[in-house]
Every structure is written in C-alpha cells, then in structure tokens.
C-alpha cells in the first residue's frame, strides 16, 4: 500500500465510558459513530463503507441507517479495528468506496445485549483446551509468561511496573477508569487471579466503544479536523490456541504484523514519537516492544523499570492509561488507535510534545492475531 | 443438584483416533508419512508439508513442563482453584494443555522444564482424558 494516502478524518469514543448500564451494545456502536460522524463534520448518508467486530456489518449498516458499498467483518479479537483501518485503507485506495466508517463497542461490564462468549465442545479449543480448566482470557492470556520470563532473564517486579507506569499515564487523562497511583509493591500484593499475574496486571472490564472515518488523503484537507494519514500498516494471525503458539518467547503473528507496518512506513524505530502496544495483560508491551524490533526481548523489562516509558520518559507507551488503567471493553484495539489519533491531532489529555508519528500494535484472542498501524500528522 | 462438571471435549471424525487412544491408555500422536513431520492437534493431512499421507502412532507418554499458569479466579466448572493450567512439550515435539496430577499446585512445586509423563483420567465411558504428572526417577 502507498504510504499517506488515507486519512483519519473523524475519530471518537463513546459519550460515556466505563459502567454505562442504560445503554445496548449496539446502541453503544451507534453513540460512538455518531459522535464520529459530529467530529468529522460529516453526514451519514455520507458513509459509504462500514467496518466492524462481534457485530456484523450488516447490524450497524442497519441500525444507523446507512447504505454501504464495501464492508468488513474481519473479527478477530481486539486487533480487529487495525484490520480494518489496513483493509479500508486499501479499499479507498482500489475506489471501492470513498468514506468508511469503523466501529467497535462493547457493553462488556453491563452485558447488555452482549452474547456471552463459547467454545463448543467439538471444536479444537473445546477438545483440547477447555477440558483442563481455562476459563476466560485472565486464565489464558499469561499461560506463556513463566517461559517468557525465563528464556529472557525478565522478574515479576519488572513486569509490575508496567501497571505501575501506565497507572502514571491514566492519571493524566480525566476519563480513565484508574487513576489513583500504584507501587510495585501494590501490584504484587493485589488479588491473585492466574499465578503470576494479579488483579492490577490484568485489564478492567468495562462498557464503551469508538468510532474512526476514513477517507482518501486528498480528500481530508476540507475537513475540520487536523487529518492523521495511514503510513504504514501490518497484519497476521497464529493460532486460536494458546498453547499451539509456534514458540513463548515471541508472538510469531507481532512479529509479521509489526515490521511489515514499519518497512511500509519507510521509517525506523527511532522514528516513533508515540507508542501504544494492546495491553489487556501486563505482559503484552514487553512482547510488544521486543516484537516489533525495538529492542531484544531481554532488555524490555528493565526498559520499562527504568522508566523510559513513563511521562517524560524517551519512549511514552500507552498514554491513555492503557487496558489496565483506562478502559478494556473485551475489544481494546480501538481505544488504542483512538489515543494515536489524539496524539497525532494533538488534543490527547496527555499530550507527547511535537509528537509526529505514532505507532498503535494491537493483539487478538490470546496472541491469535495481530495489527499494527502507523499514523503521521505531516504528508 | 449435581456439581457442574469439568468441559468436555466431544470428538470429530478428525480426532476419534486420540480419544479413541487416551481411552486404552495411549497418548497418540500423528506422524507425517513424506516429511516426518510430527504434529498435534489432530488433523488427517500434514500441517508442514499438506501430505494426506499420515500415519498415528503411538506417543512415549513422556515430555516436560514447558508454561503455566496456576488459575485462582475465575474457576471453570469442576475445578477448585488454585489449580495449574499447563502446557506440556511431549518428547516428540508437539505441545499439548494439560494438567499436572500428584503435585501441589505451587509455583515452588512446579518447575519449568521438569519431567513429567502421562496420566490418564477417565471422565466417563466415551472420554479419558491425557494429564501429566512429574515422572518418576
């Protein structure tokens, strides 16, 4: 794909977030999407491209009355809303539509209509997974972190500071969920929920969604907001079972998605003002950073005990507050993109001074999948 | 009431053969006939090289502790936490979940890469299931 031919142009989350019980899931889609469409000064007839993940295309076409010309219904876990900025990027591109319209929310706290997740018992997961006792993403996600930690050289403390750092971000940003600050020795304290991870290395639970509006570069100079042009973009998938990851010391699917977004970027690792790396568990930037070839695996822990993630530090990751602090609905990918937009037009409550280029990674099932996007505020 | 039961699997024609085996204490496995590859989960054709010329086999039991995770909360049905979820890496290369029997479930008691060999469990008449515990000597 050509780097910087399509834009960002509208980019919002849901009018509430966090326990919203009045509100639908499908509703909260629709409350995201119109604040979207108001952002981008847009109209919904408009829209001619419709995204989305769970839902199907056809559920949000229909329920915000709009006719579409391309859709996607790439769900493949909290990445999905990467996917499809990839995909729609490329479909402006192709002229298969002009204006497309992501959405994803969740009313993953309040459960109102939400389909509760299965795994029927005659597919490989429920052969040969569910009978030993998973239970939920907190009891599969961190299966690979004990051999992550080992192969690596990484401690519990050094992977406690992530929540640490993040819990520093949120407090900067007045809609996150956590914002009371938290010590190393908090996090390793907290509540145990799969031995090693702890209450405050896993993510929230919450209600909420977003919305992003795509269209072609040229096109987004008449819009009102400050345009957030597509760079470079990536993605893969490994495997829906945890335990069939090719190793545990790497995320085969961060490793294709990650440096195929940076070699269509054209740009190196450097380069990056900005960082976000999906975070519904606390081991997951550490993967993320040695992944995409910021540095060996080995020295992720102590970059993060050092500091040089936190506010004023060289290299700020997840400025929101992350999954752990500012909001996890089931799907985070979208909120991570949403702060990437933030920091690009430069209006984020925790704003990176002269941040030029962000790079948003997300993740999918349990390492199932994978996508990075990379967004400029300069054409 | 009774107590909910732990999940269980229910076989495809693809993999009758592995249940088929854990019921008469076998661990089975397939081997690629053209590439040798071995593999798991099963499947009637091989994931390396796209042979449907595949052959199960009988698997020595035996791997080691590869990852895991000791669940607390929440529990799945039939399990009373805390209780590991592991995956074991069999000496003939595949990976496999599992759980780890005749063990405490401590992080002390449980050391990566230490021996373990198979242990079957019978769930009912049509399912056994393949656990692990830590191998003797």
């Known amino acids: 794909m050509r780097k910087n031919q399509v834009a960002v142009v509208g980019a919002a989350e849901t009018t509430e977030l966090g326990v919203v019980p009045n509100t639908s899931q499908i509703q909260l889609h629709a409350d995201a999407a119109l604040n979207a469409i108001a952002d981008a000064g847009l109209k919904l007839s408009d829209i001619d491209g419709v995204a989305t993940a769970v839902e199907t295309p056809q559920q949000i076409a229909h329920y915000l009355g709009i006719t579409p010309t391309w859709v996607d219904g790439t769900s493949v876990g909290g990445c999905s809303f990467m996917l499809h900025v990839r995909h729609a990027a490329a479909a402006i591109e192709a002229g298969l539509c002009k204006t497309v319209l992501i959405t994803h929310a969740e009313s993953g706290k309040s459960m109102i209509g939400k389909q509760p997740r299965s795994t029927p018992p005659d597919s490989l997961n429920g052969q040969f997974e569910s009978p030993f006792g998973v239970f939920g993403p907190p009891s599969m996600f961190p299966i690979p972190v004990l051999r992550y930690m080992k192969t690596h050289g990484i401690t519990h403390e050094q992977i406690a500071m992530v929540a640490v750092v993040q819990r520093e971000w949120a407090a900067r940003n007045p809609r996150a969920t956590m914002k009371a600050p938290i010590t190393v020795e908090d996090v390793l304290n907290s509540r145990m929920i799969a031995y090693p991870f702890r209450i405050l290395q896993c993510c929230l639970v919450t209600d909420g969604g977003g919305a992003l509006i795509l269209t072609s570069a040229d096109r987004a100079k008449d819009f009102p907001t400050k345009p957030v042009y597509i760079l470079g973009t990536g993605e893969s998938v490994e495997t829906p079972m945890v335990s069939q990851m090719q190793s545990f010391d790497s995320s085969r699917a961060f490793k294709i998605a990650g440096p195929l977004a940076f070699k269509e970027a054209g740009i190196t690792h450097k380069d990056v003002d900005h960082l976000m790396i999906y975070d519904a568990f606390a081991h997951l930037p550490l993967y993320g950073l040695g992944d995409l070839g910021f540095m060996p695996h080995e020295e992720t822990g102590k970059f993060i005990a050092d500091g040089n993630t936190r506010p004023g530090g060289k290299l700020p990751l997840n400025t929101n507050g992350g999954g752990l602090s500012y909001m996890h609905s089931g799907m985070y990918g979208m909120y991570a993109l949403q702060e990437s937009v933030r920091q690009m037009r430069g209006i984020a409550p925790a704003q990176v001074p002269n941040a030029k280029i962000s790079v948003c990674h997300g993740v999918g099932g349990m390492f199932a999948a994978s996508g990075t996007i990379i967004f400029t505020n300069e054409r | ?137």
Not at chain 2, 46 to 59: E, L
Not at chain 2, 128 to 137: D, E, V, Y
Request: proline share 12%; aromatic share 8%; net charge positive.
């Open chain 2, 1 to 137: 009431m009774a107590e909910p039961a732990r999940a269980k699997p229910k076989p495809t024609p693809e993999t009758q053969h592995f249940w088929d085996g854990t019921q008469a204490g076998e661990l089975r496995l397939q081997r690629c006939d053209a590439c040798a590859n071995v593999y798991f989960p099963p499947r009637p054709f091989c994931p390396a090289c796209a042979s449907r010329k595949v052959s199960v086999f009988k698997a020595s039991g035996k791997g080691k502790l590869y990852s895991y995770v000791i669940n607390h909360r929440p529990a799945a049905p039939g399990f009373t936490p805390p209780y590991a979820i592991a995956v074991v890496e069999l000496d003939e290369g595949p990976r496999m979940m599992s759980n780890i029997v005749d063990c405490p479930q401590t992080p002390e008691a449980l050391e990566l890469d230490m021996k373990l060999e198979v242990a079957f469990e019978k769930l009912d008449d049509k399912i056994t299931l393949p656990l692990f515990r830590p191998a003797k000597g």
